[in-house]
Nanobody, 122 residues
Framework: QVQLVESGGGLVQAGGSLRLSCAAS????????MAWYRQAPGKQRDLVAS???????NYADSVKGRITISRDNAKNTVYLQMNDLEPEDTAVYYC????????????????WGKGTLVTVSS
């Protein structure tokens, strides 16, 4: 199975920066697409950004130009560099990964971290 552990959340003033990290561990054959989602109080969980093994990225329109996703495949770790943060970015940020546990699996299973809280004060 796969365990995802996020770190790097905290309290920051508007305009500030934070870098989130998420490390995957456990027993698996490969980690495919990794992503960050966020859920603000009273709202649904939405995609922030995703990145494939080859480095292809996808961003929510609301974060383009301010947030960058990257990954270190050798460390099975994904990062989220967040700049020029706004109070609207306040949310619990969740790491997500698609993983193949066995080499003969033809599809991936989805795993979630427990989340890390980001609070942006105005």
């Amino acid at each position: 199975q796969v365990q995802l552990v996020e770190s790097g959340g905290g309290l920051v003033q508007a305009g500030g920066s934070l870098r989130l990290s998420c490390a995957a561990s456990g027993t698996f054959f490969s980690i495919n697409t990794m992503a960050w989602y966020r859920q603000a109080p009273g709202k649904q969980r939405d995609l922030v950004a995703s990145i494939t093994t080859g480095g292809t990225t996808n961003y929510a329109d609301s974060v383009k130009g301010r947030i960058t996703i990257s990954r270190d495949n050798a460390k099975n770790t994904v990062y989220l560099q967040m700049n020029d943060l706004e109070p609207e970015d306040t949310a619990v940020y969740y790491c997500n990964a698609a993983a193949r546990i066995k080499y003969y699996w033809t599809s991936a299973s989805i795993y979630w971290g427990k989340g890390t809280l980001v609070t942006v004060s105005s």
